[in-house]
């Protein structure tokens, strides 16, 4: 049984004027433990990225980058075939915008997290994989990478020892491969519901998947979208149910620590 778990959500996605997610900012920090921030690619603006930053500090939320493909009109969830060397350039990019903006509030960078389809690319392209951990050890050794335990990018964090974090996915399904099954729309899932699944997952270490079987599944942090609708609901159903059952809730960096 899992006792001790992250509670991270995917925030900050909006550019300019226009605003992804009906949950407010501020309440969705309220419930969570680790933050991904747009970084500019496929969401995210220098505004942006300074607010979340702030709101992470302010709350005691784990900072972390959220990295995607250079992609703002399909929202970083289209594949794009790209030199590699241009796409590990394109998250050095954005990893530093917001390790900067966290700098600006006193906040350390705590963990990286591609976004989209970047994420599922990686979780089965041996050489990005790769080819990310090995930069990631030169440009922040110390940031926690959050990916899927069955992914490549697991495998390649541990052959060289790089701190990471796997994650479970509250408000997407599963298939037998252990693989989310991706989706470009996501409707209003049932708050009570996620959360159930949440606390099956952390007290047996299985999730029903899409077909009918029970998969066994190893995670130190539940994701919840903020784009989701019904997000802040959701994070809060999620959060109520961990601590009911006596599953605290800490930092992706405090779990780390114990690993």
Request: glycine share 10%; aromatic share 6%.
């Amino acid at each position: 049984m899992r006792t001790i778990v992250d509670l991270n959500c995917d925030m900050g996605e909006g550019f300019g004027h226009w605003v992804l997610g009906d949950a407010p900012e501020d309440k969705i920090m309220d419930v969570i433990s680790s933050a991904n921030i747009a970084a500019g690619f496929h969401a995210g603006d220098p505004n942006s990225m300074d607010r979340m930053a702030k709101l992470a500090q302010t709350h005691g939320v784990g900072l972390g980058a959220h990295p995607g493909y250079l992609d703002l009109r399909g929202f970083g969830r289209r594949y794009i075939n790209m030199n590699p060397a241009e796409l590990i350039n394109d998250v050095v990019y954005q990893v530093g915008a917001i390790r900067e903006f966290g700098r600006r509030h006193g906040v350390p960078l705590q963990h990286v997290k591609l976004h989209g389809a970047l994420y599922m690319e990686a979780a089965v392209n041996e050489d990005l994989s790769q080819a990310l951990v090995d930069t990631l050890q030169v440009i922040s050794p110390d940031a926690l990478l959050f990916c899927m335990g069955m992914s490549k990018t697991y495998s390649a964090a541990k052959r060289v020892g790089h701190p990471v974090i796997r994650e479970f996915f509250a408000d997407r399904d599963y298939d037998n491969s252990g693989s989310i099954v991706f989706a470009r729309q996501v409707g209003r899932p049932d708050p009570a519901q996620v959360a159930e699944k949440c606390v099956k997952a952390c007290k047996t270490g299985k999730v029903t998947t899409v077909e009918g079987d029970e998969l066994e599944i190893a995670f130190e942090s539940i994701c919840f979208h903020s784009d989701t609708p019904g997000a802040l609901e959701m994070g809060r159903a999620i959060r109520k149910g961990l601590t009911d059952n006596g599953i605290q809730i800490a930092t992706a960096g405090e779990i780390a620590a114990t690993l």
